[in-house]
């Protein structure tokens, strides 16, 4: 009788393909002959897996049957993919191993671990097992014959639920990677405890789908206290089993202290607060699997309160303009330009060329108020007044790169400016607290995930700035080549509430693809 070895490893339900020697000449009785045939029979759980076979040399080193880890047919079905690494790990595709030749040898199994053979105390040995025979030669390859597995390690004592659990979901074909994925961000596993048994309840990748925006938005999984939350109340305390529910419904408590009712209709189909459980039990040796489709304990309500005190999170429209390269600063631009208390940083920001020191995001921006501006008499400066290199500066002092919210304003501490300069912040209690002399008005306005402001009522390092003689401002409004008329379009992400004075002032110009269908002003 031949053992056949037609094998292939999917790694994580990856595509990719691991081919194994073609041991089909491999005579039954020669196995049983060296003592190797219930190794060599464990290689069934291959059996319903795509099979591509290698015509490479190999080398199998094989355990006997009274090696001291024994692998029972019960294991054999309920730790298929455990067995399979092992076995892999016990296979060298590409070489036929000379143990002769009288030096240590380091080689890589076709599982990915290292293998160490080398003399110790007058015997070879790998990595611990004993070799009993060096050299069995068969068509195309060699066996190697071992007094135990080189691994054993890995199949001692029984897995837990965990591990079962991290286990069947790598091989899940029903799209569970979404949950896998947001598992891994957690604390949830923490929770689970070694010997006891547990149920959970797995959302397929189409239920997560349902609350991720389209193209921007606010995703809730991506407030990880929230997520922690929610899976925590996926898993239940101990084996629940679909086969064992009857119509009246049960009442069971998460790891999370909230409730799941399960409800089974006459018909079979199985409930969980009201959510469909498809595909049946996936049971494991401490516990099981249930896949739903939809995300237990999120809804709409939920969602718009979560949303509401993390508005931190919310993905922001991608813009072309007024500077497609520097998302935070157009965010923040188009922000500050619909309100009327920043009529002045807008027009100075539209002119000064901020783009190649503020790209892409992550920024906090100190912004100052018209009032900040009116105290230095500047209210009729021209637009381009901190265009030049020292008004830069003065402008760049007003950023600092990375995302600062209210807790991070403390009392003596101190940030760099993208300017080099540093900011000093003083807080006493109850106040928002002051960079450099600049009061905080209104602090953590966020722009989208982008970055922050906080709304200032001086300009930061303000007494700096030069004041041209009066009468000497020139004029910085520009003409629309478009259609002849002074001013801008208006934008549709902004209210309509830009004066005509205002629009004179902006001297950006309008992209054509983000105009709404109504008249220039």
Not at 415 to 439: C, P, Q, V, Y
Request: with cysteine.
């Amino acid at each position: 009788m031949s053992v056949a070895l037609f094998l292939c490893w999917l790694v994580s339900g990856s595509a990719a393909v691991v081919q194994l020697p073609n041991t089909a000449g491999i005579d039954g009785e020669l196995t049983a002959k060296l003592g190797v045939d219930h190794f060599f029979g464990l290689w069934i759980v291959f059996n319903n897996d795509d099979v591509i076979m290698s015509d490479k040399q190999f080398t199998i080193l094989a355990p006997r049957n009274n090696a001291s880890l024994q692998i029972s047919a019960d294991r054999l079905r309920s730790h298929p993919d455990s067995i399979k690494r092992l076995l892999l790990d016990h296979v060298v595709l590409g070489q036929r191993l000379d143990l002769g030749i009288g030096a240590d040898l380091r080689v890589t199994t076709l599982g990915g671990r290292t293998l160490n053979i080398k003399y110790k105390q007058g015997s070879l040995v790998a990595n611990g097992a004993k070799v009993q025979e060096d050299k069995v030669d068969v068509e195309n390859g060699r066996l190697i014959i071992l007094d135990n597995y080189l691994f054993p390690e890995d199949m001692i004592g029984d897995h837990s639920f965990l591990q079962d659990m991290y286990e069947v979901l790598s091989y899940l074909q029903s799209g569970v990677r979404v949950f896998q994925h947001l598992l891994g961000r957690t604390n949830v596993t923490k929770l689970l405890k070694q010997d006891d048994d547990y149920t959970v309840l797995v959302p397929t990748d189409h239920a997560f789908q349902r609350w991720h925006p389209i193209d921007w938005g606010f995703y809730p999984f991506s407030v990880p206290e929230f997520t922690d939350s929610i899976l925590t109340n996926h898993f239940i305390y101990g084996n629940v089993r679909q086969e064992n529910m009857g119509t009246t419904p049960i009442v069971v408590k998460t790891l999370g202290n909230r409730e799941i009712t399960f409800q089974k209709t006459a018909a079979g189909t199985v409930y969980a607060n009201g959510v469909e459980v498809v595909g049946g039990d996936t049971p494991l040796s401490r516990g099981n699997i249930m896949l739903v489709t939809e995300v237990l304990f999120v809804d709409e309500g939920v969602v718009h309160k979560l949303h509401e005190g993390h508005r931190d999170k919310e993905t922001p429209p991608l813009l072309a303009f007024p500077w497609f390269g520097a998302q935070f600063l157009s965010h923040a631009f188009l922000l500050l330009e619909s309100d009327r208390r920043f009529t002045h940083i807008t027009r100075f920001l539209n002119v000064a060329d901020l783009v190649p020191h503020i790209p892409g995001q992550g920024y906090t921006f100190f912004v100052p108020m018209d009032s900040a501006f009116k105290s230095l008499n500047l209210e009729s400066a021209p637009d381009n007044l901190l265009s030049s290199k020292e008004g830069l500066e003065i402008l760049l002092s007003h950023f600092v790169k990375g995302r600062l919210y209210d807790k991070d304003i403390k009392d003596n501490s101190t940030f760099t400016s993208l300017s080099g300069r540093t900011l000093h912040i003083s807080r006493k209690t109850g106040t928002n607290g002051t960079i450099e002399d600049a009061n905080i008005v209104e602090k953590e306005i966020f722009v989208y995930n982008l970055g922050t402001m906080f709304y200032i009522d001086k300009v930061i390092f303000g007494s700096e700035i030069t004041i041209p003689p009066e009468g000497t401002f020139p004029t910085t409004t520009v003409e629309s080549e478009l259609n002849g008329e002074s001013g801008t379009f208006p934008d549709i992400l902004l209210e309509d509430n830009t004066s005509t004075t205002q629009a004179q002032e902006t001297t950006y110009m309008p992209t054509t693809t983000m105009l709404p269908e109504t008249t220039p002003v």
